[in-house]
């Protein structure tokens, strides 16, 4: 059975900045295309980033320009900069067979426990 970890996230400032790693039990790049999603307070889980195995990637429009999604051969990862209060929230990383970078939820088989990001 496949699993994710996510880690490093943590209480940070407005205008900070932060990394998130999600590791796998399985090769990360055998993985199609991965993602990060995000479940703010009291919200819908929704996505943030998600990156297929050319490295292509797409963003959720609040943000673009402040996240970057990358991997490696073990890790995926999410460099989060000028973040704002309404980036907190629990962080997923997700991973699934979809050729091309999405940001549909259905298409993730697999998911992780999650790192909590709160933003002050």
């Known amino acids: 059975d496949v699993q994710l970890v996510e880690s490093g996230g943590g209480s940070v400032q407005a205008g900070g900045s932060l990394r998130l790693s999600c590791s796998s039990s399985?090769?990360?790049?055998?993985?199609?295309?991965m993602a990060w999603f995000r479940q703010p307070p009291g919200k819908e889980r929704e996505a943030v980033a998600s990156?297929?195995?050319?490295?292509n990637t797409l963003y959720a429009d609040s943000v673009k320009g402040r996240f970057a999604i990358s991997k490696d051969r073990a890790f995926l990862y999410l460099n989060m900069n000028d973040v704002k209060r309404e980036d907190t929230g629990v962080y997923y990383c997700?991973?699934?067979?979809?050729?091309?970078?999405?940001?549909?939820?259905?298409?993730?088989?697999?998911w992780g426990q999650g790192t909590q990001v709160t933003v002050s």
């Open positions: 990156i297929d195995s050319d490295g």
């Open positions: 399985r090769y990360i790049a055998g993985f199609h295309s």
């Open positions: 997700a991973a699934g067979s979809s050729l091309s970078a999405t940001l549909v939820p259905v298409a993730y088989n697999f």
